[in-house]
């Protein structure tokens, strides 16, 4: 920390003259016996800071005599942390040019020490933060309180929000946010800025009791025990024989509302069988493979309108060819975190299973430019690439198009 931004010397209260003489000194080496404060008023502290001066300049010529031991260097630089600290903490409205000489010492010799010994003052305590010139500690900024949020929370839709970004924002599994704001999971979950979203204090369903429900049926249909949902305490549950309150808003931790069966379609997909290899059309640029590893599933239909690459999360995907984002983000139906790109040509690659995404719903991208990683995200039973190729609406083997 530069002395010249001491909060104590109130750039406004110096004299002109002083801060001329300063800027003209800083230039010139320190040199010389004509350091000698001589327009502090006679107090007991301008005279400790006068010694202070004297002892520290001497420290200087001594280094600067190349005769100074570890151990003395290291004294001095403990008195320059120390100066400093005095001259901060005593907040006298010092005359310019005792602070601009220090200044060209400290880069030199005690820049480090004389930040270090700001960094041990107690929080809270020091005129400094009154001042209102020391920064705030670099707390990240967050919507989220550190300790449990008990209960649930509503959040307004913001232009360019994603799924996604707002599970992290709220430190929640996609599905938490989805299953709270999506009544029927076939359907696409599609934000609008200004829509209010549900947001659950932690991971798993909420429920609203209806008439005939029980704490069981509730479990069960969220694949928890009673248990769970009677010890989360926010839900006011002494046992797992109370009386649910009908129209009730319950927390159950880790429920789960996946579909039990799977959903083969994909969001924009082709409905039916693609081509074999001999009647897929022609491309005139072939796709670039999007990331490097060993081909776990092959192409086939119905059910498997892709070919999936086994590879570590974290393994960079690449877009296969240029063209548009036309989806970023969560999938609904299994496919996790999702990447679809558009091709000029009327193609389309998609990208399912992301442990992140790197690109935004109408960006354009260049081939073999990073789109995200490999993740096991959505219905996935490992780390891997699902990869798929569609034309006029059909799915093709990726194969085909690859080198
Ligand atoms: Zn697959």
Redesign the pocket.
């Known amino acids: 920390m530069p002395l010249s931004e001491n909060p104590g010397a109130d750039p406004d209260q110096l004299p002109q003259e002083s801060v001329a003489q300063a800027t003209a000194s800083t230039d010139s080496s320190v040199s010389g016996s004509d350091l000698q404060p001589a327009n502090l008023s006679d107090t007991p502290q301008s005279r400790f800071l006068a010694s202070l001066w004297r002892g520290l300049h001497r420290a200087w010529l001594t280094f600067r005599g190349d005769t100074v031991t570890p151990v003395r260097l290291a004294s001095h630089l403990a008195l320059l942390a120390m100066a400093a600290l005095v001259l901060v903490l005593s907040r006298v409205d010092l005359p310019a040019w005792e602070i601009v000489r220090l200044a060209p010492v400290q880069p030199e010799v005690a820049s480090a020490p004389a930040e270090m010994a700001f960094q041990p003052l107690p929080m809270g305590g020091s005129p400094l933060q009154e001042s209102g010139v020391l920064v705030r500690a670099p707390v990240p900024f967050t919507e989220i309180p550190d300790r449990p949020r008990a209960g649930v929370i509503t959040y307004t839709v913001q232009l360019d929000d994603t799924v996604l970004g707002i599970a992290e924002q709220f430190k929640l599994n996609p599905n938490t946010i989805l299953w709270a704001n999506l009544e029927d999971l076939s359907k696409p979950f599609v934000m609008e800025v200004g829509q209010i979203l549900l947001i659950p204090p932690v991971d798993g369903v909420l429920h609203t009791v209806k008439e005939g429900d029980t704490l069981a049926k509730i479990a069960k249909l969220y694949k928890v025990t009673p248990e769970v949902i009677v010890g989360y305490a926010p839900n006011q549950l002494a046992s797992v024989d109370d009386a649910l309150t009908i129209g009730a808003v319950l927390v159950v931790p880790d429920g789960d509302r996946t579909p039990p069966e799977q959903v083969a379609a994909a969001p924009a997909a082709p409905s039916g069988g693609g081509g074999s290899g001999t009647s897929a059309p022609w491309r005139s640029v072939g796709f670039i493979w999007p990331t490097y590893g060993l081909l776990t599933?092959r192409f086939w239909l119905p059910a498997?309108p892709?070919i999936?690459i086994g590879a570590s999360t974290g393994t960079p995907v690449a877009a296969a060819d240029e063209g548009t984002v036309i989806s970023a983000g969560w999938s609904p139906v299994g496919y996790g975190n999702m990447i679809m790109i558009r091709h000029s040509d009327g193609f389309a690659t998609l990208y399912?299973h992301l442990s992140r995404i790197d690109v935004s719903y109408g960006d354009y991208v260049a081939r073999g430019q990073r789109i995200g990683a490999v993740g096991s995200t959505g219905r996935s039973t490992g780390p891997?690439l699902?990869f798929e190729v569609q034309t006029g609406g059909r799915s093709y083997n990726p194969l085909i198009y690859l080198p």
Do not use: L, S, T, V
């Open positions: 599933q498997h892709a999936d399912a891997h699902h």
